[in-house]
């Protein structure tokens, strides 16, 4: 099993540019999860899934839309970059309500200039 | 509105030594709180969790300590070693009635551990 996997790993791009980030999880589970990492704040949820078709808004979900098609994967997009969205991104997944464990991805590490 | 204050934000520590790292939250509705440890370069991954109904947890030389009363609990890295530097995020969350799953994760304590 490989877990979850995000791709790509690195990124860099120009203000106003878009691009997506994928999230794949093999492990069958209901609830996905976008997050940002940044020096001293931690991480804060932008967009969370409980289920195949269904998002919703987390901590700091603007600048950011997302689709979960299928259930393995979770995409997040960023329509028209913003250097304030240059950050550390991590997908996690978990099977469903709290105790459930969340597993998260490598991560991507996004530049914006 | 911050969920979960952890402090403090870095810690330097000998190998051998005790490291302990405090959470507080507000939301006496959580009944879930997992720590998780995180490696440079690496995504975050559960190390060790508790509930409310007990007020110590211990797997090897990774405590939790829960007050409840006191709405804080705290993780303490007992016989630190050089291994152990990474980045620790306390967490908490409601499980019973909840149908979110959503953790809300305090700012991170980053630790190191001199050889």
């Known amino acids: 099993n490989a877990g979850v996997t995000q791709t790509p790993k690195f990124r860099v791009l120009k203000t106003g540019q878009s691009m997506t980030l994928l999230c794949a999880q093999d492990m069958n589970h209901e609830y996905m999860y976008w997050y940002r990492q940044d020096p001293g704040m931690g991480l804060r949820l932008i967009h969370y899934s409980v289920g195949e078709g269904t998002t919703a808004k987390g901590e700091v979900p603007d600048g950011y839309n997302v689709s979960r098609l299928k259930k393995q994967n979770f995409l997040l997009g960023l329509e028209s970059a913003a250097p304030s969205q240059t950050s550390v991104y991590f997908c996690a997944s978990s099977q469903g309500v709290g105790l459930n464990e969340q597993f998260f991805g490598p991560g991507t590490r996004l530049t914006v200039l | 509105q911050q969920q979960v204050k ?20 507000e939301n006496t509705a959580f009944d879930y709180f997992p720590w998780y440890q995180q490696f440079p370069g690496k ?8 509930r409310p109904d007990v007020s110590e947890k211990k797997e090897g030389r990774f405590t939790i300590s829960f007050n409840k009363s006191a709405k804080q609990f705290s993780l303490h890295i007992m016989d630190s070693q050089p291994g152990d530097s990474a980045t620790y995020f306390c967490a908490a969350t409601r499980d019973r009635g909840s149908t979110l799953g959503r953790l809300y994760f305090g700012r991170g304590t980053q630790l190191t551990v001199w050889p």
């Open chain 2, 43 to 50: 995504g975050p991954a559960l190390l060790i969790a508790i």
């Open chain 2, 6 to 25: 952890q402090s403090p934000q870095s810690l330097i520590v000998q190998k051998g030594g005790i490291s302990i790292i405090n959470c507080a939250y």
